[in-house]
């Protein structure tokens, strides 16, 4: 079974890119609902939440893990990988690398919560590959809470988008990364606002990849995953949000079990 | 000492009207910043949540609790009194009482996060009191993050603030509830957007007065009370801005001590 965990919805769309190219493994999601938004808690309760998550996977019978939340994985990927001897996939590596295959300015945008964007992953991550790229980065809190209302299409919306998005397009970026996985459901707006010619890395598919990658080099592991094409999905705390979502992104109808 | 809890910040508004309406009581506020909101959560949640910051007041020494907030006052009022047998406050009667003083057509909106919206409290105690009211409820879901973003005088919370108040609105109501403890910082927005002739009912004022009374007829538990003048500050989670805006809001400085 392969794991995936999000402080809530936000995960489904890296969920969707394993089911989309490696169909047919069983995946067992968990989203936090209880607890989220994680964006706006402290390093140290992050960590603390993604330890349990993992914990709470595992028990279940995961033998890979994809952490799909961008602020457990800022922060907490070394503590998860320290504690934990499974493969762990986070969603930071396959945005970065793929901006700087994009970037031919290496002019790099990164949007996230607060708590990504002040973890400095990104920026770092990036110049570790290529120093020479330059990074702007910002962050737009308000971006989770209204993916959680459903205003996908509203002006409003649009408008938070565009003021969070003017530091960024007035350095003349080529790239931006969207640095959590709620944000590819604004991925319409967001590229409206930032302008057509900038490509816009959304990181559910890169992680996808990576996967799909380790299992063709690691077939002891691969072995172990069970393949029936089933997939469960844990919360928290069951919202009637959660679940019109789930099966909004996901295209089919889905059961919620409550932890 | 006076307990006070609530989901985050928004309850400072009522322990700011209890340090004046009756200054000199020590007071003990208990802010549930790594799980919050409340306002998206199932009622199960919500409830387990109030139980334990109870709880955790109790234990400090508490021997009044005030609920400041809306989300826990309208689904664990009813579980907190039944467990505890300490004198319990929560934030929806004094505003029911209130509104109802000051509506003279009887027409009275209720607006609060989707959980208090749909636990339907507001319009359960309004009519029980007055059966000819008509009471027309609006849940804002973005609000909370608006104010914990800071965004109090932009641009775009004006916009959600109309969105939200449009159907109100229409229905001619001449007092309006604030039915969550963080919106009274956006109240100018909202009287301006309900416009000038809708009186606006906050609670925070409401309950402090309820507190005022009750000690005033009950004096063997007001004779328990400390009365230094001290106040304490509890989060579950340290974050700036929670630091910043109980400043601003109590206009002192404050010091956070984790739990």
Known sequence: ?????????GGLTVMRALMEQIPGYDIIYFGDTARTPYG????????????????????KGAKIIVMACNTASSI??????????????????????????SSKKLSIGVIGT???IQ??????????????????????PLLVPLVEEGWLKKPVTSMVVKKYLHPLKTRQIDTLILGCTHYP????????????????????????????DFLKTNKDIENKLSKNGKFSLFVSDITPQFEKTAKAVLKRNVKLEKV
Chains 1, 2 share one sequence.
């Open 1 to 9: 079974m392969i794991g995936i965990f999000d402080s809530g919805i």
């Open 40 to 59: 706006t808690k402290s390093p140290e309760t992050v960590i603390r939440y993604a330890l349990e998550n993992t914990d709470f996977l595992l028990k």
């Open 76 to 101: 907490a990927t070394e503590r998860v990988v320290e504690k934990y001897k499974f493969p762990i996939f986070e969603v930071i590596t396959p945005a970065v690398e793929l901006s700087l295959k």
């Open 114 to 116: 607060r708590a990504t």
């Open 119 to 140: 973890s400095g992953i990104y920026e770092k991550k990036l110049l570790e590959i290529n120093p020479d790229a330059r990074v702007y980065s910002t962050a737009c």
């Open 185 to 212: 459901l604004l991925k319409k707006i967001i590229q409206n606002k930032i302008g057509k010619r900038v490509n816009i890395i959304d990181s559910s598919a890169g992680v996808a990849e990576k996967v799909k």
